[in-house]
């Protein structure tokens, strides 16, 4: 006897949910950790950004944890308190986000991601430190780093607001930021910030005056670069004013 239409339906239908409902008790209940057993894997993954700014590794979160004896590995799974491993690693200050949990068969993830840093900054008479996209100011650890540097006149409010949009904007173009080695921050008459810039190649300066508009500034710096440093040269000119819309002025040596 053949099955009508509606039956079919209401048959694939209890199907249906039976099996989501299997899928749902296997993702809740199955993947639950045993917390009579030992940790017998600790799965680390740091979230890294480019690898100029690899400033934290799994290997020094897991000496964090060594150095606070929470490292897990061969504990048992209840006595692994994944609160204290997040309390412990967000103190470090390249740390952004940090998420620890317990698997299946003994393991424990945990997955972090890293503050990342667009500028180093040097301000006068004052120890440098580095600043992020979000303008956080994260304390100079002796790290390594081919990050351009801003150097002068700087406070950290000023790091945090201006120069972290900057420093952004300077490592995702990449022809600015193979261009711009040094920022350099000082004080007009009126006690304004303003700013120059000094290139890779050539030894020339860039004024840029206050840091507006520097976008719209630097695409005027691009196109004379494309069309008169090829035909006069580099060594031309001692510097090139930005300051003025519409208009690039050029002190010769």
């Not at 045993?34 to 740091?46: F, H, N, W």
């Not at 520097?214 to 930005?242: C, D, H, I, M, P």
Request: hydrophobic share 40%.
């Amino acid at each position: 006897m053949k099955m009508s239409k509606a039956v079919k339906f209401t048959v694939l239908s209890l199907l249906s949910l039976v099996l989501v409902a299997y899928v749902a008790y296997a993702m809740l209940f199955l993947s639950q950790p045993d917390e009579d057993e030992r940790c017998s894997a600790v799965e680390l993954i740091v979230k890294k950004g480019d690898e100029t700014s690899l400033f934290v590794d799994e290997k020094d979160i897991e000496q964090m944890l060594k150095n606070a004896n929470v490292y897990p590995k061969g504990m048992l799974m209840k006595d692994v308190d994944t609160e204290k491993i997040e309390e412990i690693i967000r103190k470090n200050e390249f740390i952004a986000q940090v998420e620890c949990y317990k698997s299946s068969n003994g393991k424990l993830c945990v997955n972090v991601e890293q503050r990342i840093p667009v500028i180093f900054v040097i301000p006068e008479g004052q120890d440098g430190y580095f600043v992020d996209a979000k303008g956080n100011i994260i304390p100079n650890h002796n790290t390594a780093t081919n990050l351009v540097v801003a150097s002068g006149a700087i406070d950290k409010k000023y790091a945090s607001k201006v120069l972290s949009e900057f420093g952004q904007f300077l490592q995702t173009d990449d022809f600015w930021n193979n261009q711009i080695e040094q920022v350099y921050v000082r004080k007009d008459r009126k006690g304004k910030q303003v700013v120059e810039l000094v290139p890779r190649v050539g030894d020339q300066i860039v004024y840029l005056g206050p840091l507006d508009d520097y976008q719209k500034k630097l695409s005027k710096l691009k196109t004379f670069y494309e069309k008169a440093v090829g035909t006069v040269g580099w060594r031309k000119y001692a510097k090139v004013n930005l300051e003025y819309d519409n208009q690039i002025i050029c002190t010769k040596r």
